[in-house]
C-alpha cells in the first residue's frame, strides 16, 4: 500500500495592513506552510500567477482594487480557495464577495484554531480537484 504524499500548503496572504499580515504570519508559522504575501491586490494577482498557490487569504479592504474585484480578477487566473477576511461584520458585503467566486468569508480578528479549522474544511472541499491535498501540520487538539 503506497502512502500519500503530503506537501507543504502554499498560502497566499493579501492584506495591505504589516501587523495584519504579521499576525497572521504568526498564527500560521507552527503549520510549516509556505506563505507568501501581497500589499494590494495588483500585486497580489501578480503573485498569484507567480506563486501558484494552494489557497488565498485576502483582506476585503484594500488600497486600489478592493478585495471583491481583485477576487474576480483571481478567479479568471486560478482555482485556489479564496478566502476573504475582514473586520466589515456586513451580510451584504458576505454575499457580494461570495456570488463574486470567494469561498469563504472570516471576520477579523479570528483565533488560530478557528483560521485553521476554516483553511482545512476549504482544503477538504477542494480536494476533489487534486490527487495530492496540501495539509496545514498543527494539531488543533487542546493541550
Same mark, same amino acid.
Not at 506552510?33 to 494577482?45: D, F, K, T
Not at 477576487?71 to 457580494?96: E, Q
Given at each position: 500500500?503506497?502512502?500519500?504524499?503530503?506537501?507543504?500548503? !502554499?498560502?497566499?496572504?493579501?492584506?495591505?495592513d504589516?501587523?495584519?499580515?504579521?499576525?497572521?504570519?504568526?498564527?500560521?508559522s507552527?503549520?510549516?506552510?509556505?506563505i507568501?504575501?501581497?500589499c494590494?491586490?495588483?500585486?497580489?494577482?501578480?503573485l498569484?500567477?507567480?506563486?501558484?498557490?494552494?489557497?488565498?487569504?485576502?483582506?476585503?479592504?484594500?488600497?486600489?482594487?478592493?478585495?471583491?474585484q481583485?477576487?474576480?480578477?483571481?478567479?479568471?487566473?486560478?482555482?485556489?480557495?479564496?478566502?476573504?477576511?475582514?473586520?466589515?461584520d456586513?451580510?451584504?458585503?458576505?454575499?457580494?464577495?461570495?456570488?463574486?467566486?470567494?469561498?469563504?468569508?472570516?471576520?477579523?480578528?479570528?483565533?488560530?484554531?478557528?483560521l485553521?479549522?476554516?483553511?482545512?474544511n476549504?482544503? !477538504?472541499?477542494?480536494?476533489?480537484?487534486?490527487k495530492e491535498?496540501?495539509?496545514?501540520?498543527?494539531?488543533?487538539?487542546?493541550?
Amino acid at each position: 500500500m503506497q502512502m500519500a504524499k503530503v506537501s507543504q500548503m !502554499r498560502i497566499l496572504i493579501i492584506d495591505d495592513d504589516p501587523a495584519g499580515t504579521e499576525i497572521l504570519e504568526m498564527l500560521l508559522s507552527p503549520t510549516k506552510a509556505v506563505i507568501h504575501h501581497a500589499c494590494n491586490g495588483e500585486s497580489g494577482l501578480a503573485l498569484a500567477k507567480e506563486f501558484v498557490p494552494d489557497i488565498i487569504l485576502l483582506d476585503y479592504m484594500l488600497p486600489g482594487i478592493n478585495g471583491l474585484q481583485t477576487t474576480r480578477g483571481l478567479r479568471k487566473i486560478t482555482t485556489a480557495p479564496i478566502m476573504i477576511l475582514s473586520v466589515l461584520d456586513d451580510p451584504v458585503t458576505l454575499a457580494k464577495v461570495l456570488n463574486d467566486g470567494a469561498d469563504d468569508y472570516l471576520i477579523k480578528p479570528a483565533s488560530r484554531e478557528v483560521l485553521l479549522a476554516h483553511i482545512n474544511n476549504l482544503m !477538504r472541499r477542494f480536494d476533489q480537484r487534486r490527487k495530492e491535498q496540501p495539509s496545514l501540520l498543527v494539531s488543533l487538539q487542546s493541550a
